[in-house]
């Protein structure tokens, strides 16, 4: 209706590149329909650049969509250009810094967090995003702090509750996770990934048996295209002693650009099950490398 009424213009083509994007971004669609909304956003991209070639929005918009097909290295080249034409982007500061993040350069993603939080400080994902950055230099105590605030903002937001969730569970708070756990996967059935919310409360009581019965093969699918919900299957396989499909989950993340080989290989809490699989040393040893050579 908007467009009917003022024309195509570089924001609202952004908008609803975001709009299709995010469908797949947070599972709201059948996996089946992911490449179509990602190619209707690709669609928007276009006619972005088409009226401004130079739009920090049309890098953005682009980034995101390359970090939803697994092109983690043209993601981070959007979000800096969309940087270099505006410093102030709140989007490409949260994702460049997110990039950073699990490539294990630390005090960039902590300089890009900062400046984010100069630019918009209310905004609970950018709270939640403080605390993965956190996380992700293996400081639990300070990220928990971060995605309480951020559920405190915004106490209905499920992938919110689910960090932090992990975040209690990680700095010894494993009831108060699950409680968490289950009222996300309550409150969020409407999305794909949310089976993963109880997927993990099963995990962390050690209850094997639920744990793979609610990681069905189509939930697996449902989460193999996005990092961090490949994380969480990891995490929750991994907790269950479901060694061989965690070391999957973990091939997968670094598959999609993690390489922060501190975090994956000594202190994220939840794998440590199958840290000393031979095939999860492997892995760990090409991390190691690709995290030596990741050039900023």
């Known amino acids: 209706r908007a467009q009917e009424i003022v024309g195509d213009n570089e924001l609202l083509a952004t908008a609803e590149g975001l709009i299709y994007w995010q469908s797949v971004n947070v599972g709201l669609v059948p996996t089946e329909q992911y490449d179509e909304l990602l190619s209707k956003a690709e669609a928007c991209v276009t006619r972005i650049f088409a009226i401004n070639p130079e739009s920090s929005k049309g890098y ?13 290295a043209g993601a981070m080249a959007d979000f800096k250009r969309a940087l270099a034409l505006d410093p102030n982007d709140p989007e490409a500061l949260l994702w460049l810094g997110y990039n950073y993040a699990v490539a294990g350069r630390g005090a960039l993603a902590r300089a890009l967090m900062e400046r984010l939080q100069k630019v918009d400080p209310l905004t609970s994902i950018n709270l939640c995003m403080f605390g993965m950055v956190a996380m992700f230099d293996g400081h639990y105590d300070e990220a928990l702090r971060w995605t309480q605030r951020s559920v405190d903002i915004d106490p209905t937001n499920p992938s919110h509750r ?10 010894g708070h494993r009831d108060e996770a699950t409680m968490m756990l289950e009222r996300v996967a309550h409150d969020a059935t409407d999305m794909a990934w949310a089976r993963m919310a109880p997927a993990m409360a099963h995990a962390l ?12 093969t189509e939930l697996r699918a449902a ?3 996005d990092d961090i919900f490949c994380w969480w299957a990891a995490d929750a396989l991994a907790l269950a002693g479901e060694r061989e499909g965690a070391l999957e989950f973990v091939e997968r993340v670094v598959a999609l650009g993690w390489i922060n080989y501190p975090f994956l290989a000594r202190s994220e809490p939840f794998l440590a099950n199958i840290r000393g699989e031979p095939r999860f040393a492997k892995l760990m040893e090409r991390v190691r490398r690709a995290w030596e050579a990741f050039e900023a």
């Not at 953005?60 to 939803?68: K, P, S, T």
């Not at 689910?162 to 700095?171: D, F």
């Not at 009581?205 to 069905?216: F, K, S």
């Open 60 to 72: 953005g918009l682009r980034g995101a969509i390359r970090n939803n097909r697994a092109d983690p």
């Open 205 to 216: 009581r050690g209850e094997r048996r639920e744990v793979l019965r609610v990681m069905t």
């Open 223 to 225: 989460v193999w295209g």
């Open 162 to 171: 689910m960090v932090h969730a992990l975040m209690l569970a990680a700095n």
